[in-house]
């Protein structure tokens, strides 16, 4: 049967509503695809593309596309060999100055810039004919600062050329705190023109001083947000205290985002027990003038790492004082919900919260999480973490309280609250949660073991509004009699209850239980300690998961003095029972261990990693983030022959991220990966190694794996 030839199809819609189709369509293969139909969906899709990230290698950007004229965000900080200056690997014949300038011509309208910069002279090329739109600069580098390099050189290029510069970006970038301050003072146009600051660099070890921040800030007086990584404890000079968080209110008033971390915050220390050794210099009254101060706030960061207590009146203020405020996270703060009452108090108050993480809160209890559940009533995201206080009665009461809005769960380091216990506290809403944290914590639960999760599926009618802080006229101990958390001793009160408060069945299967399957949840984030297995996942409450797209795994410990596994396999192989699962961060980068040092008896790191990453070939992965382990003592995170071959099994992988080194001859096992298409090395932990003989330190051997790599064919 012939076709109509005259049939209408997508190419006859005019070009305006073209252009706003391709615009609205964000996967890169997708569009790629679109690109290759006709010659005019060719030029849509480079019309409309605005962000482009080059993986190619440094030798060739002579041959860089010039195609992509609108593109206004540019990312070059994954051009390889990942790791070097963007013009150390030109050819001799090549200009490094002529390449900067064909960059400049194949993107005239760059506003956003991101860059590895292992030293001043990439800067000072790529500026040398800047810009002139560009308003956001991202500095990477891992590598440590050049010790010979005089105080501000990394920015002096940046402030002199881009004197409109409105965000910058350090979070990545090694340097020292005393190099940004007195560029800042020296060019004061180009300070007063910053809107957006993200100092929180975790090469800290002290982080900014209070000096350096007053003065940052003072030269920063539009700055709307502020991103800092500082330190908080008063035994160290230049600590953060009262001063420091007046100065912030009193020079930078339109501030819409704060974020305040201790630098020990970075670590993720697991073993706080809610309270620290010392006590913050931070008063009531100066939180309350820092909130009184900032009447913009929109989301505020505090991670304090030191004891701030009886902060219930300061968060009162804050709600009253910071009414657009949307996002929250506090760190060792104390009393921050008194719940003495059925009125609502401290952070509970905070009605407007979207997002919300209370960490190390020592006196944090069930009854105070569910006072934030019927005072924070819209939140979308809660985070918990080491609040030992907490128990699944608790935290189930708040899940229930905000079944209509939340979807994104962190829980951590709570001791009351094991895997099974999290999971079975979130049953009410495991049919619309998207987001997921928690901690492999088995206590004794094996993978044969069989659970039932049948529990009533309860809401509480007239406590879903915002400000229901009356109870509708119960008081709270019938409130908390209803929910089993205090014992009633009149069964005829108990009874009033019920009727008052009415049990709603499941609406999906109407028997009053939940069902297994958690439909929308699409990232599933896990922490394990080294020596334990995933294998009890599914048996835990996890079995069913069929949208499950994107998974992270941390495994955090010491492998030295931990005996030899029973087990052949980590259990990587349990998680083919996930059908869409194709993306994957595997994080071993905080398990310790020996390379090459292992006393008798005990197993170096590549046993280890053999370990971890059997069976990971079973699995339709394609996309692959791996940390492998690393040995503390040489500082070296190297990727061992027995997971090289672990890892070639992975048959449908098209991309593979390596966080750390290997050798050439490793590499090549990866070339035998039919549809692989990108591959990069990556060592971006602090100090980066500068002197090794690792590929990712060899220009020629990575250069040698690209071309071998770019050279096989690829179906798609």
Known sequence: MSGNIDATTVSHLPEEILCKVFAAVSDTRTRNSLSLVCGSFLRLERRTRTSLTLRGNARDLHRIPTSFLHVTHLDLSFISPWGHALFCSSSATADPRLLALRLRDAFPRVTSLSVYARDPTTLQLLLLSPWPELRHVRLVRWHQRPPTLQPGSDF?????????????????????????????????????SLRRLNLLTRSFTEGFKSNEIESITSSCPNLEHLLVACIFDPRYLGFVGDDTLLAIASNCPKLTLLHLADTSSFANRRDNDGFAGEDARVSRATLVALFSGLPLLEELVLDVCKNV??????????????????????????????????????????????????????????????????????????ELKGCKHVTEKGLRTMVCLLRRTLIDVKVSCCVNLDTVASLRALEPIRDRIERLHVDCVWNGLRESDSLGHGFLNFDLNGL?????????????????????VAECENPSKRKRQRCKYDLEVDESNGSGYYGKSWDRLQYLSLWIGVGDLLTPLPVAGLEDCPNLEEMRIKVEGDCRGQPKPVESEFGLSILACYPQLSKMQLDCGDTRGYVLTAPS???????????????????????????????????????????????????????????????????????????????????????????????EMRVGSCSRFEDALNRRQICD
């Open 156 to 192: 002096a290029a940046l402030f002199s050329h881009c004197r409109n510069l409105s965000s910058l970006d350090l979070s990545a970038f090694y340097h020292w705190p005393e190099d940004l301050p007195p560029v800042l003072s020296a060019n004061p146009a180009a300070a007063a």
């Open 309 to 382: 207590r009886e902060s219930s009146f300061a968060l009162e203020v804050l709600s009253s004082k910071c009414p657009k405020l949307r996002v929250l996270k506090l760190g060792q703060f104390h009393g921050i919900c008194l719940a003495l009452g059925s009125r609502l108090d401290g952070i509970a108050l905070c009605q407007g919260l979207r997002s919300l993480s209370v960490n190390n809160c020592e006196d944090l209890d069930d009854m105070g999480l569910i006072e934030i559940g019927r005072g924070c009533s819209r939140l979308v995201r809660f």
């Open 464 to 484: 879903d509004e915002p400000c229901s802080s009356d109870l509708n006229g119960a008081d709270s101990a019938e409130f908390m009699d209803y929910l089993g």
């Open 601 to 695: 008896g005990q197993m170096d790191l590549s046993l280890w990693e053999r370990f971890f990453l059997n069976g990971i070939g079973t699995l339709s992965l394609n996309e692959l983030h791996y940390w492998p382990p690393q040995d503390e003592d040489v500082n070296q995170r190297s990727l061992s022959l027995p997971a090289a071959g672990l890892l070639q099994e992975c048959d449908t992988l098209r991309k593979l991220f390596i966080h750390g080194t290997t050798h050439e001859h490793f590499m090549n096992f990866f070339l035998k990966i039919p549809n692989l298409r990108d591959v990069q090395l990556r060592e971006d932990y602090y100090p980066a190694p500068g002197n090794d003989m690792s590929t």
